[in-house]
């Protein structure tokens, strides 16, 4: 079921990253094991380039969704989120970048969830629905 009434934007409280390094500006929806959130691509961001998101963008925003599942979990039980790093990547398949002013949604699947290690399936769609990429990842939370 999700817990997400109406898309959240100020997200900042739920992740560990700090602008200018935020990759996540809108958490769509929440389940225990399912996360979708958006991004608008601005020309202030850091992984901005030649008019397009780059691939190391749209990679730390696919790692940075999943920290907003994590964050958005801790604060449900009123508890301080945690720091965490990508320990994997696996399976990238980047179709297409994003451009200026495009918003796009990162849904994260979490397969498995073990003493602080999650592993997850992640896809990212243009505002079209278009898949713009695709890719496994293990994320860990530092202790």
Same mark, same amino acid.
């Given at each position: 079921?999700?817990?997400?009434?109406?898309?959240?934007?100020?997200?900042?409280?739920?992740?560990?990253?700090?602008?200018?390094?935020? %990759?996540?500006?809108?958490?769509?929806?929440? &389940?225990? *094991? &399912?996360?979708?959130?958006?991004?608008?691509?601005?020309?202030?961001?850091?992984?901005?380039?030649?008019?397009?998101?780059?691939?190391?963008?749209?990679?730390? *925003?696919?790692?940075?969704?999943?920290?907003?599942?994590?964050?958005?979990?801790?604060?449900? @039980?009123?508890?301080?989120?945690?720091?965490?790093?990508?320990?994997?990547?696996?399976?990238?398949?980047?179709?297409?970048?994003?451009?200026?002013?495009?918003?796009?949604?990162?849904?994260? @699947?979490?397969?498995?969830?073990?003493?602080?290690? &999650? %592993?997850?399936?992640?896809?990212?769609?243009?505002?079209? *629905? *278009?898949?713009?990429?695709?890719?496994?990842? @293990?994320?860990?939370?530092?202790?």
């Amino acid at each position: 079921m999700n817990l997400i009434k109406k898309p959240i934007k100020d997200i900042r409280s739920l992740i560990p990253q700090k602008d200018p390094f935020v %990759m996540v500006d809108t958490l769509l929806s929440f &389940t225990e *094991n &399912t996360i979708t959130a958006g991004l608008t691509v601005l020309e202030n961001n850091i992984f901005f380039n030649n008019g397009i998101l780059v691939e190391s963008g749209l990679i730390e *925003n696919m790692a940075q969704t999943v920290a907003l599942h994590t964050g958005y979990d801790y604060f449900l @039980k009123n508890e301080q989120a945690p720091t965490g790093y990508i320990g994997s990547i696996k399976k990238i398949k980047i179709k297409a970048l994003p451009k200026l002013g495009e918003v796009i949604i990162t849904k994260v @699947k979490i397969l498995q969830e073990f003493m602080g290690v &999650t %592993m997850v399936e992640i896809e990212v769609f243009d505002a079209q *629905n *278009n898949q713009i990429a695709v890719g496994n990842m @293990k994320t860990v939370i530092a202790k």
